[in-house]
């Protein structure tokens, strides 16, 4: 059975194979998906994104459509190359995505749809995404209850779900905790008020600050942490991101890096600004 940890691996995945092609080939066994396809081909469009949100997987693709698959106990995606001998029978398959350099093939899927931005938020069986960090109506309050409902995971994974506060990338995750003072592999429940409020004005504070250019993660990133770190030299941008083995900004300290989470994120931090036992400020 597909835990949420394989989904996460098979989103990741995906999107890794798929993000930024365009498809060449729709195939389905599902005739409503078919007949959706007649209307609104999916040839020739962008996928932009793959995601994994609970047990449901999301491809979304340009020009406002989203297939969703739920995994339940026996689905699957394998990413094939193209006239790559597949895994399972031909008659398990459900859905075929085809861009030049890959196949996707979905077997035994039951459940697949496709959607628009507005009827996947209408649809209360796909968990929703997080209050946006760059969205004007962000909710402080919303983002820091979701936040505290984690009680018992390492905040590290928690700023990256995107179900609590969408927009926070790995980067961002180090550095914001950096900012805080705080490790990423604390539980949540050993988390001052005054840790969690940190945590995301800082993020809402470092996303905005790098939404200067959108040609890209890197240059954002890049642009914003100049500022963060209050430095000008391109080389001092981040304050641990990238930097292990190299001194902390602020103490001194060497820089450590673990991996952590589903996807095996790498996370770094200062064992001196930010030590795992809970600080009482
Ligand atoms: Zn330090």
């Not at 989203?66 to 895994?87: A, D, N, Q």
């Not at 196949?103 to 459940?111: C, L, T």
Request: hydrophobic share 35%; glycine share 8%.
């Amino acid at each position: 059975m597909p835990e949420g940890d394989t989904i996460f691996r098979a989103a990741r995945a995906l999107h890794k194979a798929l993000a930024g092609a365009t498809v060449t080939g729709f195939e389905t066994a599902y005739a409503h998906l078919a007949s959706a396809n007649d209307s609104t081909p999916v040839n020739g469009r962008i996928i932009e994104t793959v995601e994994a949100r609970g047990k449901w997987l999301l491809i979304h693709f340009s020009g406002d459509l989203i297939l969703v698959t739920h995994m339940l106990m026996s689905g699957s995606w394998h990413i094939y190359r193209p006239g790559e001998r597949w895994k399972r029978p031909r008659s398990y398959m459900r859905i075929i995505l085809r861009t030049a350099e890959y196949e996707a093939v979905a077997f035994s899927v039951p459940v697949a749809q496709f959607h628009t931005a507005r009827s996947l938020e209408r649809n209360t069986a796909i968990p929703k995404l997080g209050p946006d960090l760059l969205k004007q109506d962000f909710s402080e309050d919303e983002a820091k209850s979701r936040i505290r409902a984690r009680a018992d995971e390492e905040i590290g994974n928690v700023l990256l779900d995107q179900k609590v506060m969408a927009g926070i990338g790995n980067v961002f995750k180090s550095e914001i905790c950096f900012v805080c003072g705080v490790h990423p592999f604390r539980r949540v429940s050993s988390l001052s008020g005054r840790e969690i409020d940190c945590l995301v004005d800082s993020g809402r504070r470092l996303m905005n600050a790098n939404v200067t250019d959108t040609s890209g993660d890197q240059t954002v990133t890049y642009t914003g942490f100049r500022r963060t770190t209050r430095r000008s030299d391109p080389a001092a941008r981040v304050w641990v991101y990238r930097r292990k083995g190299e001194q902390c900004r602020r103490c001194g300290t060497v820089i450590e890096m673990r991996r952590q989470g589903p996807g095996a994120r790498s996370s770094y931090w200062c064992p001196q600004c930010q030590p795992i036992a809970a600080q009482h400020r």
